[in-house]
C-alpha cells in the first residue's frame, strides 16, 4: 500500500503539466480562476476545448474509436487534478461527460457517425432536459408529453434548470411515450435539436444575477424518431446509465484544494476583521486548517474509489458519498472566502469576474472600477451560485436516502 | 420585567406594517434599485410625513418622536419584513444618533432634516485596511488656518451614492490604531456632483442597496464640519454602530420570519413522490431548527435593544452577543431555505432569493460574528 504514483505515472504526469504550461494562456486562467460557479465562461470553455481536442485530449473518457484515450483511471485522475491545479477552465459536462456515453452505449451507428465527431470539435453543444417545474427530486414523475406520429415523437411541455439552453444546440431529454403503472416505465430518452419549431428557451435570473439557468417550453415540437435513444419507452435504463456519469468520475479534492490554497494567499495580503492580517488570526487559521483537513481526506476517499474501480470492483455508494463531502466542503470554502472578502464581500461587482452566463440588469462602471481585488469580486457570486451544489444532481437529501439504503441496508 | 408592547408601539408597529402593505412592493422596489437611482424618494417621504417615522428617536425640539430604542426596533422588524432598501439605519439610527450627541450648531441644523426625509446621511468609516475596527484610521484630517484639510480613502460606505451628507472618520491626533485622536466631520455631499478634493466610486452591493468607496485628497472643509470634541469622537461612533446591530438585529428577525413562513408553505405545496415534501421528517426538522433559530433571533433583538442604555461594556457585550446569534441564524435559516426551496430558491423568481441576499449581507454588515465572538471573549475575561 502507497500513495505514490508509479514511474510511469509520474511521466505522464509530467506530460500533461508541461502540456498545460505551454497551452494554457493567461486569459484561458484568468477565466479559470475567476469562475463564479462550475461553470466556465462559454467561450473560454469552448477556446480551451479546441486546443485539448487538437492533442486529442478533449474527451479522454470515450472509447479509443471514437476519440478517447487508452488511458488507466488513474491516468484519467492526474489529468483532471493537474488540469484543475493548473486553473484549466472546465469543459461543459453535458455533451463529452455525459450525453457522449449514452451515444456510444445506446446510439444507432447514424447516431454515433453524426454526433461524437460533432461534440469533440464543439459544433454539437448539448444541454440537458431532465427536470420539470414539477419533477426535480423525483424525476420518474416527468410528464413532457411525446406522442407517437408516424415517424416522429410530438413533444409538449416544459423542462427546467437547463444550464446554456440558449447556447446550445441540442438538448438530450427525458419525455412520457405513455403512462404506466411504474412511473419508471413508458419514460423515453430523447435527442432535440434546439433549432426545430415550437422550442422557446426563457432564461432565469439567479440570485448571482447570472442567467445560466433556464426553462424551456416546447409546443408540439417534432422530433424523429430516429433521434430516440435507445428503445421507446426505455429512457430511464438510459438515463440511469448516465447518472453514473454525471455523479462519478471526477476529482472533487484537486479543486477543493485549489479554492483552499488561494484563499491562504489572498489573505496573506488581507486585513482580517480588527485590521491585523487575516492570515494571522487565529480564529481564521483554524477554520481554513479544518477546511484544508477535510479535502485532504477527501482526496484519498477518491483514491480508494479510483482503485475500487481500476481492480473492476463496484465501489458502492461512494459516489453518493464523495457528492455530498464535495459539494459541502465546497459550500463552506465559499463561506470563508466570503468572510475573507470583509466589508469588499458586499460589493456587487461581476464586471470583475468571468460570469457562467449573461448578466441581468446590469450595467458596469464606465471605467471598469473595482473595489478591491478580483477575488473579493468573485467571492459573493461563487457564494450564491454554489448553494446549487447540494440540490442539483440529486439533493443531498437525495443522496443521504441512498447512502441510507445501499450503504447500511436500512 | 416586561415585554409587552405598550398601545403607543403596537399602533406604530400596525401603521408601519400597514403602510409597507399597501405600498411597498418587491417587484417594484428590486428594480429601480437595480437600475434607476436606486431607492424611492416617494416611500421615503411617506415614512417621513405620512408615518413620521424618521424622527423616531430625535428629540421633540428636532421634530423628533422622543422615542427609544424598542421604537426603532418595532420600525427595523417592519422594514426587514418587507425587505425596504431605503436607508433608515444609515440616516436614522447611525447619522440620527450621531449629530445628536455631536451637539452644536451644525449638527443641530440637521436633525430637522433627518426628521422631515431631507437630510441622508452615510457614515465613512471603514478604510481598505481597517477591517471592521472604527479606530483603525489612516484617513488624517489637518487644521489649517479656519479650515481643515482632509486625506485618505474609505470604503463600502453604505448609502453613500444616496447622501446628502457625509459623516467622515479621520485622525486629528495619534497613530493608525489609536483610540484617541479620531474626530468625526460632516461634508455636505452630492454623488454626482462631488465635492473638490472628493472621489467617488459608487456601486450596488449584494442586496440591491448602494455604497461607494471614496478617495479625499485635500478636501477643504470649514472649521465648523468637525462634530463633538477633536479626537474624541470613537465612543459616539463605538454607540453609534452599536445602535445600528440592535436595529440591523430586529431587521434580521423580520426578514427571517418571512424568510421560514414562506419555507413551511412551499413545503406544504411542493408535491414530490406522490405526497408534500412537509410529510418528510429531515425536512420537518430542517424547519424545526430554523424556528428555534428564529425565536432565539428574536431574544437576541431584545437582549441588544434592551441593553443599549447601559454602560458601554455591558452594551457591547449584549450587542455582540446578539450580531454572533443574528449571524448563525441569518445562515442557517437563508441557506436552508434555498435548499428547501430547490432550484428555485436559486433564482430572483421568488422573494426568497432578495430575503437570502439581504440576510448574507446582515451577516457581513458591522463585523462578522467571529469579531463579535473576539468581542465578548475579551469582554468576559476573568
Not at chain 1, 46 to 73: F, K, M, N, S
Not at chain 2, 27 to 51: C, D, F, N, Y
Not at chain 2, 261 to 268: L, N
Not at chain 2, 287 to 307: F, G, P, R
Request: with cysteine; proline share 5%; charged share 20%.
Amino acid at each position: 500500500m502507497d500513495l505514490d504514483w508509479s514511474p510511469a505515472e509520474s511521466e505522464f504526469r509530467d506530460e500533461v503539466r508541461a502540456f498545460l504550461e505551454e497551452k494554457l494562456t493567461p486569459e484561458l486562467r484568468r477565466a479559470g480562476r475567476l469562475m463564479t460557479s462550475v461553470y466556465s465562461d462559454h467561450e473560454a470553455s469552448l477556446e480551451w476545448q479546441r486546443i485539448l481536442h487538437e492533442r486529442g485530449w478533449a474527451a479522454p473518457a470515450w472509447p479509443v474509436e471514437y476519440g478517447g484515450c487508452d488511458w488507466t483511471l488513474t491516468q484519467h485522475y492526474i489529468f483532471s487534478r493537474e488540469s484543475t491545479l493548473a486553473g484549466a477552465p472546465l469543459l461543459s459536462p453535458m455533451g463529452i461527460r455525459m450525453v457522449a456515453h449514452a451515444i456510444v452505449a445506446f446510439g444507432t451507428p447514424e447516431q454515433k457517425t453524426f454526433h461524437l465527431p460533432r461534440i469533440l470539435t464543439g459544433e454539437v453543444f448539448f444541454c440537458q432536459g431532465y427536470s420539470e417545474p414539477e419533477a426535480g427530486s423525483d424525476l420518474a414523475s416527468l410528464s413532457m408529453a411525446a406522442v407517437d406520429d408516424g415517424d416522429d415523437l410530438v413533444c409538449t411541455g416544459s423542462k427546467i434548470w437547463t444550464t446554456h439552453a440558449t447556447e446550445a444546440n441540442w438538448m438530450f431529454c427525458l419525455v412520457r411515450t405513455s403512462r404506466e403503472e411504474k412511473k419508471q416505465r413508458g419514460i423515453t430518452f430523447v435527442l432535440i435539436d434546439m433549432n426545430t419549431p415550437g422550442i422557446e428557451v426563457r432564461p432565469l435570473v439567479m440570485t448571482s444575477g447570472e442567467e445560466v439557468q433556464n426553462q424551456v417550453f416546447f409546443d408540439s415540437v417534432r422530433v424523429p424518431k430516429a433521434n430516440v435513444l435507445g428503445k421507446i419507452g426505455d429512457g430511464w435504463t438510459v438515463a440511469k446509465y448516465l447518472l453514473v456519469f454525471e455523479r462519478g468520475g471526477g476529482a472533487a479534492a484537486p479543486m477543493l484544494q485549489v479554492m483552499a490554497n488561494s484563499l491562504a494567499s489572498a489573505a496573506a495580503q488581507q486585513p482580517g476583521p480588527d485590521g491585523r492580517p487575516l492570515i494571522d488570526d487565529p480564529v481564521f487559521a483554524a477554520k481554513l486548517a479544518e477546511a484544508r483537513i477535510r479535502a485532504d481526506v477527501l482526496e484519498i476517499l477518491e483514491f480508494r474509489t479510483l482503485a475500487a474501480l481500476a481492480r473492476g470492483e463496484n465501489p458502492g455508494p461512494a459516489a453518493s458519498m464523495i457528492k455530498i463531502l464535495g459539494t459541502e466542503l465546497s459550500q463552506k470554502l465559499t463561506e470563508l472566502i466570503l468572510e475573507a472578502a470583509g466589508p469588499r464581500g458586499r460589493v456587487y461587482q461581476p464586471h470583475a469576474t468571468a460570469p457562467g452566463g449573461p448578466l441581468s440588469e446590469f450595467t458596469p462602471p464606465a471605467d471598469g472600477y473595482v473595489s478591491g481585488d478580483e477575488w473579493q469580486a468573485v467571492a459573493p457570486l461563487r457564494y450564491f451560485n454554489d448553494r446549487a451544489g447540494s440540490i442539483y444532481a440529486g439533493s443531498n437529501e437525495i443522496q443521504r436516502n441512498i447512502l441510507a439504503k445501499a450503504g447500511l441496508g436500512l | 420585567m416586561d415585554f409587552a408592547f405598550t398601545k403607543e408601539q403596537e399602533l406604530l408597529r400596525d401603521t408601519v406594517t400597514g403602510f409597507l402593505a399597501n405600498r411597498y412592493d418587491l417587484e417594484k422596489s428590486r428594480g429601480i434599485a437595480k437600475s434607476g437611482v436606486g431607492w424611492q424618494p416617494t416611500i421615503w417621504q411617506g415614512l417621513a410625513k405620512e408615518l413620521d417615522i424618521l424622527g423616531v428617536t430625535l428629540a421633540e425640539n428636532v421634530g423628533g418622536m422622543g422615542g427609544g430604542p424598542v421604537e426603532t426596533m418595532i420600525i427595523a422588524e417592519a422594514l426587514g419584513h418587507a425587505l425596504v432598501v431605503e436607508p433608515f439605519v444609515d440616516t436614522v439610527v447611525i447619522g440620527g444618533g450621531l449629530l445628536s450627541r455631536a451637539g452644536g450648531d451644525r449638527a443641530m441644523a440637521l436633525l430637522p432634516g433627518i426628521a422631515s426625509g431631507d437630510v441622508l446621511t452615510a457614515l465613512a468609516a471603514l478604510e481598505p485596511t481597517s477591517g471592521y475596527t472604527l479606530h483603525d484610521v489612516t484617513t488624517t484630517a489637518r487644521r489649517d488656518g479656519d479650515s481643515w484639510v482632509l486625506n485618505g480613502a474609505k470604503t463600502v460606505v453604505s448609502s453613500g451614492p444616496l447622501a446628502t451628507h457625509l459623516l467622515v472618520t479621520a485622525r486629528t491626533s495619534g497613530t493608525r490604531r489609536d483610540t484617541a485622536g479620531v474626530s468625526l466631520f460632516v461634508v455636505d455631499f452630492d454623488a454626482d456632483n462631488p465635492p473638490t478634493g472628493v472621489e467617488v466610486h459608487g456601486y450596488r452591493t449584494i442586496d440591491d442597496r448602494r455604497a461607494a468607496d471614496l478617495v479625499f485628497d485635500n478636501l477643504n472643509l470649514p472649521a465648523d464640519a468637525l462634530l463633538g470634541i477633536d479626537g474624541d469622537a470613537l465612543a459616539s461612533i463605538e454607540l453609534a454602530i452599536d445602535e445600528a446591530i440592535a436595529a440591523v438585529a430586529a431587521e434580521a428577525v423580520g426578514l427571517m420570519r418571512k424568510v421560514l413562513a414562506d419555507t413551511v408553505e412551499y413545503t406544504k405545496q411542493r408535491q414530490q413522490f406522490g405526497q408534500p415534501i412537509s410529510s418528510f421528517q429531515v425536512l420537518q426538522h430542517r424547519m424545526v431548527d430554523m424556528y428555534i433559530e428564529l425565536e432565539q433571533s428574536i431574544a437576541a433583538a431584545y437582549l441588544a435593544t434592551l441593553n443599549l442604555g447601559a454602560d458601554a461594556a455591558q452594551r457591547a457585550k449584549a450587542v455582540s452577543a446578539a450580531k454572533v446569534t443574528i449571524g448563525r441564524a441569518a445562515r442557517f435559516i437563508g441557506q436552508n431555505a434555498v435548499q428547501l426551496h430547490g432550484g428555485m430558491g436559486m433564482t430572483e423568481e421568488l422573494a426568497i432569493g432578495h430575503y437570502f441576499k439581504r440576510l448574507t449581507a446582515i451577516e457581513n454588515e458591522f463585523g462578522p460574528a467571529d469579531l463579535h465572538i473576539a468581542r465578548y471573549a475579551a469582554l468576559t475575561r476573568p
